[in-house]
């Protein structure tokens, strides 16, 4: 595993911009890597998959170049995250393209992912998981993972159910590779908070949808700037897994989002022409933390604005 110190040392803020169905591309990951923070993007978003090779190509030409051109600058390695089911019929063929690109991360999620390890491995590469309990995070730390991403309660998408103080200390105790915490944070301070309960990186998912730079629709960036934790809904309909969602999102859609029915988790299907995915591609993700965000910014003002508030804030507890 690359020393802890190491990774961070080529990061502004010890930040993952979170995978987002289908809101990451290249043109946001590009400019969160550039910012100086860890960029990331499902494999499934590149559509058909044949696109997957040229988002690869492009990310790692553009990053490079743009390192040359400003040797001074930190610039961040990308991730990308592969879902680990048997549904996903891609998952050979986009672990081949990462392998061949030698993505320096690789998120994994939903089971434990040891082929992936192997394979990530073999090139030098990382490999992080996402689990929402103690469970979980012991099964992907027996299979090799470099680091573990806790999901704690109020996160966007997948998110679990358990505090971040009961989750990151349960992991810490077993575990000394990376901690990244997720969960309703969206500012400078709540990254500093999570080093300080014992994650490594903090994992921000949804304050990076309200970017210019992100592939969602203009009423998606303004109904989470218009949210609260109030408007978020908990529920597993849309994927067989529990998730959150903006109510106004499910609301628009026809659905009353004080009666949905529980998703069949058996059912789940991530294969590439998943028409289930598609008749919710209306239904939008986010965390609890939406109350928080009140402005659409470019991705390198927002990470300048949260280096900011990280930095002024441990200066005032150093006090």
């Given at each position: 595993m690359?020393?802890k110190?190491?990774?961070l040392?080529t990061?502004?803020?010890?930040?993952?911009?979170?995978?987002?169905?289908?809101v990451?591309?290249?043109?946001?990951?590009?400019?969160?890597?550039?910012?100086?923070?860890?960029?990331?993007?499902?494999?499934?978003?590149?559509?058909?998959?044949?696109v997957?090779d040229?988002w690869?190509?492009?990310?790692?030409?553009?990053?490079k170049?743009h390192?040359?051109?400003?040797?001074?600058n930190?610039?961040?390695?990308?991730a990308v995250?592969?879902?680990v089911?048997?549904?996903?019929?891609?998952?050979?063929?986009?672990?081949?393209?990462?392998v061949?690109?030698?993505?320096?991360?690789v998120i994994t999620?939903?089971?434990?992912?040891?082929?992936?390890?192997?394979?990530?491995?073999?090139?030098?590469?990382?490999?992080?998981?996402?689990?929402?309990?103690?469970?979980?995070?012991?099964?992907?730390?027996?299979?090799?993972?470099d680091g573990?991403?806790?999901?704690?309660?109020?996160?966007g998408?997948?998110?679990?159910?358990?505090?971040?103080f009961?989750?990151?200390?349960?992991?810490?105790e077993?575990?000394?590779?990376?901690?990244?915490?997720?969960?309703?944070?969206?500012?400078?301070?709540?990254?500093?908070?999570?080093?300080?309960?014992?994650?490594?990186l903090?994992y921000f998912?949804?304050?990076?949808?309200?970017?210019?730079?992100?592939?969602?629709?203009?009423s998606?960036?303004?109904?989470?700037?218009?949210?609260n934790?109030?408007?978020i809904?908990y529920s597993s309909?849309?994927t067989g897994v529990?998730?959150s969602?903006?109510?106004?999102?499910?609301?628009?859609?026809?659905?009353?989002?004080?009666?949905l029915n529980?998703?069949e988790?058996?059912?789940?299907d991530?294969?590439?022409?998943n028409a289930?995915?598609?008749?919710?591609?209306d239904?939008?993700g986010?965390?609890?933390?939406?109350g928080?965000?009140?402005?659409?910014?470019?991705?390198?003002?927002?990470?300048?604005?949260?280096v900011e508030?990280?930095?002024s804030?441990k200066?005032?507890l150093?006090?």
């Amino acid at each position: 595993m690359t020393n802890k110190k190491t990774l961070l040392k080529t990061l502004k803020l010890p930040l993952i911009g979170a995978p987002l169905f289908i809101v990451s591309g290249p043109d946001l990951v590009i400019e969160q890597c550039k910012a100086g923070i860890i960029g990331a993007f499902p494999a499934l978003n590149a559509r058909p998959k044949e696109v997957l090779d040229e988002w690869l190509s492009r990310i790692t030409k553009e990053l490079k170049d743009h390192q040359n051109k400003h040797p001074g600058n930190l610039v961040a390695p990308f991730a990308v995250n592969q879902i680990v089911h048997q549904s996903n019929n891609r998952l050979m063929h986009d672990m081949e393209l990462c392998v061949k690109h030698k993505v320096p991360i690789v998120i994994t999620s939903l089971r434990p992912p040891a082929q992936v390890v192997e394979a990530v491995h073999s090139y030098g590469g990382l490999v992080f998981h996402d689990v929402i309990n103690i469970k979980h995070a012991r099964k992907a730390i027996e299979q090799g993972v470099d680091g573990v991403i806790a999901v704690c309660a109020g996160a966007g998408g997948h998110a679990g159910t358990l505090s971040p103080f009961a989750l990151v200390k349960e992991i810490r105790e077993i575990y000394d590779g990376y901690i990244i915490l997720s969960g309703s944070m969206s500012c400078g301070q709540d990254i500093l908070a999570a080093q300080c309960i014992g994650a490594d990186l903090a994992y921000f998912g949804t304050r990076f949808i309200a970017t210019n730079e992100a592939n969602a629709v203009d009423s998606y960036k303004e109904m989470i700037v218009a949210s609260n934790a109030d408007d978020i809904v908990y529920s597993s309909l849309f994927t067989g897994v529990h998730g959150s969602y903006l109510k106004g999102s499910i609301t628009n859609a026809g659905l009353d989002p004080d009666r949905l029915n529980d998703g069949e988790k058996e059912k789940m299907d991530f294969g590439s022409d998943n028409a289930k995915s598609k008749a919710w591609k209306d239904i939008w993700g986010a965390g609890q933390g939406v109350g928080s965000m009140k402005n659409i910014l470019s991705v390198s003002a927002l990470v300048d604005q949260l280096v900011e508030e990280y930095n002024s804030t441990k200066s005032k507890l150093l006090d």
